[in-house]
């Protein structure tokens, strides 16, 4: 398994931007499919974003939210823009092994201790 480790999170007015930061240990970042997920108070952890070479992402999230990795810091990124109050949620990194787009928390096998966001009115 990999370490997580998530930092960005924070308080921000709806209509703003954050930028969260997931710093992974190991030698093998590049290898492994990597994720955002959420889980606001009461509701089950929701995916909202993936990446291997690419991004993919939850509708309810797209063209406000991008994923990017930089595989020389070991590290991904989660940009998103356009927040609402339905953003504010802890945010998870996670991991799994190999190149394969998954959604399910189940899929990966590594996790970050999660950030908070929140979104004021």
């Known amino acids: 398994q990999v370490q997580l480790v998530e930092s960005g999170g924070g308080l921000v007015q709806a209509g703003g931007s954050l930028r969260l930061s997931c710093a992974a240990s190991?030698?093998?970042?590049?290898?492994?499919?990597m994720g955002w997920f959420r889980q606001a108070p009461g509701k089950e952890r929701e995916f909202v974003a993936g990446?291997?070479?690419?991004?993919y992402y939850a509708d309810s999230v797209k063209g406000r939210f991008s994923i990017s990795r930089d595989n020389a810091k070991n590290t991904v990124y989660l940009q998103m823009n356009s927040l609402t109050v339905e953003d504010t949620a802890v945010y998870y990194c996670?991991?799994?092994?190999?190149?394969?787009?998954?959604?399910?928390?189940?899929?990966?096998?590594?996790w970050g201790q999660g950030t908070q966001v929140s979104v004021s009115s």
């Open positions: 996670a991991a799994r092994t190999g190149p394969f787009l998954r959604t399910l928390p189940a899929d990966f096998e590594s």
């Open positions: 190991g030698r093998t970042f590049s290898m492994y499919t």
């Open positions: 990446i291997v070479r690419s991004g």
